[in-house]
Structure formats: C-alpha cells, structure tokens
C-alpha cells in the first residue's frame, strides 16, 4: 500500500510541475545574470520530455501494483538481491518476495542465483488488502518435477535420479536437483539384474530409472533401475548373438572374476575367460592380471548357440611360445629366469611369459642335499641354469642349478685315487655305518663291515661317536651315485689272507665254541677267525644233530681239513681227528705188541658204538 500510496503522490504531482515552468517563463532571467533565453528555453522542453517518461514508468508500476494473482500459480521472478539467509525476487507486485537461501543452494552449498537472474517461483499466499505476499522456489520446481514424475509413469519413459543415502531395504534417490528434487525409493531388489555386492559405492551416482508406482498425494515415489537394465541387456544380447561367432576377435567389459576365470560381458552376454587362457605365462589368480569394469580384447574359441556359453582367450591373440622353445633354448646352454613357483619337488623357472622350466631338487646341488628347494631358492629370485632337455609336446624344460659349477665329485675322484688313506671327522652314526667328513659337502661311508676284521661290530657306535678323528681307506668312489666308501679294517692286513699259514691244512687246533646249529658246530680259533665243524664231521656214522650235545663257550679240538682266504672259511673235523688217532694207535700197538691204551679202547667202543647205531654188525 506504501508502493501505491507514493505512485499515487508522483502522479498528482504532475500538474504543479507545469505551472513552475510558465512561472519561470513569466519571470525571465535578466541578461546581466548571464542567461541565456534560447538556453533556458531548451532546458525547458527536455524537463518537460522526462517528466513525460517518470509519468509512463509510474503509470506502468501502479498497473502492475494492481495486478492480481493465483495462489499455486507458477510466474517468473527477477533476482534482486541475495544474502547469506534469503533471496529477494520481484515479481512485478508492490513488494518484493523473500525465499529462503537454502532454495537456492547446491550439493556443496554455494548459492546458485545472482542479482538479475530469472527463476520460476510458486505463489504460496496472496492478500491484495494488507499487500502480503508468500512465494516458493522449491515448490515450483518440486510442481514441475512431479510433472515429469506422473508423465514418465504413463508413458512408460525412463528418468534420471541421483542416489543419496543407503536406507533400510534399499536406497533413496532424488528426482530432480536441490531443494525442488523429490524423493524416491529404490529397493535393494531393483537396483541391479543381481545383488549388488556395496550399495555404499553408489551414493552420489546418477543413473537412470523406471517409475514402478507412485503416490502424490502421499508424497511416495518407487522406481526400479533393473528394469531398465534388463530391456538393454535383451537388446544388446539379440544383437550379440546375431553377430557372434567362433574364432573372432572382439571387445567386452570384465563383469565378475571368480578363481576359476573371468565372465567378460560381451554385450548382453557373457562368455568365460578360463584362467589358463588368460596368458601362456603362470596366472595364479585371474585378479593379479583383470579388474571389475576392465575393457578388453579376446577371441571366441567356441560357441553353443543353444546354451548360449561362450569360451574366450586372451593367449590365442598371441603366437604360442613352445612354438620355438628348442631353438631358443637347446640343451647344455646357460639360461637365465625368475622363479616363481617352488614345489616340494623343485622349483619352476619363467624364462619368458609362457615358458617355465624345472629345476628338480636333486638339480641344485653336487654335495648337499636338499630337502626342500627353499633352502636354496626363494620366489622372486633370478637364477642362471642349464638345460638339460626339452620336450615341446609335453611342454616341459629340465633345468640344472649345479651343472652351473663344476661337479665336485669330477674332482674328488681325481684327489682321492682307491687305496688312498684320509683323516676326517665322524659327522654321523647309523646303524649300517659311519659317515665321515671328507670335504665341504663331501662325506665318505665307512660301512660297518668295514670297521674290523676280527671284532663282530652290531653297531658301530660300540667303536666310535660323534666327533671322533678316524683316518680310513678309500675304497670307491662312484661319481655318477655319489657314493664314497672308505673302510678302517683296511688300515690293518687282512687276517685271512695269513690264515692258511697260521692254521695249515692237517694241523689240530683248538678254540672255544660261538655257536651250535643243526648243520654244525662254530669254534673260534682266534679274534675274527671261525672255523666250522660239519655235522658230517664231528663223528663217523650217520650224522645227527649237535644241538644239546655241546655247550657255547665251552673247548674244543679239532682238525683242520681245509683254508679258504678268499671264502673265509675253514673247515675243521673231529671225525678226522678220531681216525688220525685210531691209525696212530693201531700203528703203534701193532709195533709194541703192548695192551691198548685207555684212549685207543675209548675211541675204539666209541667206534664199535656208532657202527652198531648205523646197523652195520659185521
């Protein structure tokens, strides 16, 4: 009312404004004053020219302060002001309208209009008798909004939505911008053509969706983004599958990564990249070499139209490496790789992507052994090795780690000639011997036989232990099994090889009894050397068992029939030893004429005795 009341005083105005000027033409300027006529006439006739145009202006402003408007209607405003709390719009009415600020702010909260700029707002409230005026910004953007909402809905088109937070159930979206947006809810179910492994990551994404239902009145709004997803799927899946065929080579997006391999969506349809074809290298884990959203190229190896499963590769764009492996890498040359894989077997080398060769465990050292290649390889390590064979159809690359340095055992056997005698440290005891220090990795075996002549060793820790300085005999040497035998009996000369002087064929001896078995009779005749008494040989007649008839560890004499140095053997006899008696008694009786001696009766009913048991009575 203030804006009409001063519109009104201006307009009445007028009319004294033009009796000033004919008073003024009345009472001319005297020239002495420095007027000039023709001057003051022209000043005259523009005063008059812009009163003219204030009288257009004030008459168009007092129309507009009569205007009258529609509460819900939708007008343009001009932005005339803006402060931290409020916008102010003139809308062509007597007074200004105030909008909140925060109508106005974007996702970061910086204002989004300034002095001069045009924007639509909505008449909330209007009293042309106290001049009050309400307007909104938000709610005509919010109208227009569900607008598009409702026309969406019937003509079945999708609309953009801007994901804001994570909700029970789902996630709610915002059509529309700012303050004028409206809310909508977007189930969990909806969101994806299968679950969506973190909403969270969604938030602040803008995609577009399908209106499912909605309700005005309630304010509620329910849309689906898979529905949408679903029909550009089936498009593109019946263009794919028009197009797709085996051994071509095209486009996809990796989709999912399993252990297996890689689901690659080829357009509306997904074909599998199985981790052995993803390179001619090692992959253990096809996430080392693809990620989620990755383009990539790769060749249909097969296609079941029916199933529609597709087969892809990566490594058939590529030449296959063991192509040419045995040019490249022929045998007895010096290779060079990376390990990266050890087994309890060996360890696998890549020489070059695609081609891996194995060094077996017993490959990597002349002297130690190995029980596990990660005593002496790590992953990651890069090693020189020889080849030792290649088998392109099996795909498979022998490498040697040792035949990189000369074999040791070349040089030992030169070193240590048979018959050579070393010193060494006894490094280990076991039941069948003793192994002894020879050189770094070297150990030489003294078996346990080998320990003495004479002495009957049942272990060979009853000799020595752990730690003992022995020298010992080289014996052998084999290069090829690694093998170093020594002895220590051999320091000493073989008792056997004197035997046949010391104990000649005819010649009584006498020795203590080792053993009684069925087949005869053990006598020790002195450290180391045994003789055996046959059963056939401890009394004439039929042979019987000597078992209870003679006590271990008792004396016995006997004769010795026969020396083997290179068997071992000595063959001794009682029965013999009888007879040679018997003829000696006879022979001197025979002479003497005298009566039998005791011993010559005793051996001669002994005779008569066995003759009698074997049935013989002449």
């Excluded at 809810?185 to 499912?212: M, T, W």
């Excluded at 078992?547 to 013999?576: C, F, H, M, Q, W």
Aim: glycine content about 8%.
């Amino acid at each position: 009312m203030e804006k009409v009341a001063e519109i009104t005083q201006d307009t009445n105005t007028a009319a004294p404004s033009a009796e000033v000027a004919e008073e003024k033409a009345a009472h001319p300027v005297q020239e002495e004053q420095g007027t000039d006529v023709k001057a003051t006439e022209a000043d005259e006739g523009n005063s008059m020219s812009e009163e003219s145009e204030d009288m257009g202006q004030f008459e168009e402003l007092f129309e507009q302060s009569l205007r009258s408007f529609q509460e819900g209607e939708i007008i343009n405003g001009t932005v005339v002001s803006v402060d931290h709390d409020y916008i102010m719009i003139d809308i062509g009415y007597k007074s200004e309208g105030l909008i909140p600020a925060r109508e106005f702010l974007d996702a970061e909260g910086n204002v989004t209009v300034k002095p001069g700029d045009t924007v639509e707002v909505l008449v909330e409230r209007w009293n042309p008798e106290d001049g009050t005026l309400r307007v909104s910004h938000a709610k005509a953007v919010r109208r227009k909004v569900w607008d598009k909402v409702i026309k969406a809905f019937e003509a079945k088109e999708p609309i953009e939505v801007t994901v804001l937070s994570k909700v029970k159930g789902g996630l709610t979206v915002l059509i529309g911008e700012g303050s004028g947006g409206i809310k909508a809810f977007l189930p969990y179910s909806q969101v994806d053509v299968k679950p969506h492994p973190n909403l969270d990551k969604l938030i602040g994404e803008k995609f577009r969706c399908a209106i499912l239902d909605y309700n005005r009145k309630r304010q509620n709004v329910v849309v689906s983004r898979r529905e949408l997803l679903e029909k550009e799927i089936a498009e593109k899946k019946k263009e794919t599958l028009a197009t797709l065929e085996q051994g071509q080579v095209r486009e996809g997006v990796v989709k999912n990564i399993t252990d297996y391999g890689a689901f690659v969506d080829l357009g509306g349809i997904d074909g599998l990249l199985h981790v052995t074809d993803i390179s001619w290298g090692r992959v253990d884990h096809p996430s080392k070499v693809l990620k989620v959203g990755d383009t990539i190229t790769v060749k249909v190896l097969s296609f079941d139209m029916e199933k529609e499963k597709v087969a892809l590769g990566i490594k058939q764009l590529t030449e296959d490496p063991w192509l040419r492996v045995a040019e490249k890498y022929p045998e007895d040359e010096k290779v060079s790789g990376r390990v990266v894989n050890l087994t309890e077997y060996g360890a696998f080398v890549e020489l070059e992507e695609g081609v891996e060769g194995l060094i077996h465990v017993s490959e990597m050292s002349w002297t130690k052994r190995i029980r596990h290649p990660k005593q002496v390889l790590e992953v990651g390590d890069q090693v020189e090795a020889v080849v030792l064979k290649v088998d392109p159809e099996a795909r498979r690359i022998s490498l040697g780690l040792k035949q990189v340095q000369p074999n040791p055992w070349d040089l030992v056997k030169e070193k240590y000639p048979e018959g050579t005698v070393i010193e060494g440290t006894v490094k280990n005891i076991t039941d069948f011997g003793l192994f002894i220090g020879i050189e770094e990795g070297i150990d030489g075996l003294v078996h346990v036989s080998d320990l003495s002549w004479s002495k009957r060793v049942k272990h060979p820790s009853e000799l020595f232990k752990k730690g003992d300085k022995i020298q010992a005999v080289v014996l052998n040497i084999d290069k090829e099994k690694e093998r170093f035998s020594l002895g220590v009996k051999q320091l000493q000369p073989d008792p056997w090889e004197s035997a046949p002087e010391r104990f000649p064929v005819g010649s009584k001896v006498t020795g203590k009894i080792t053993n009684v078995t069925d087949f005869g009779i053990f006598v020790e005749l002195e450290e180391g050397i045994e003789g055996l008494i046959h059963v056939s040989e401890i009394a004439p007649g039929r042979p019987k068992s000597p078992v209870g008839k003679y006590e271990v560890g008792s004396e016995i004499t006997a004769k010795v029939i026969n020396v083997s140095p290179k068997d071992r053997r000595i063959g001794l006899s009682i029965k013999k030893m009888m007879e040679d008696e018997e003829r000696s008694f006879y022979s001197e009786y025979s002479s003497s004429q005298t009566a039998p001696t005791t011993l010559g009766l005793l051996l001669q009913e002994e005779l008569v005795k066995d003759k009698s048991d074997s049935g013989d009575k002449s």
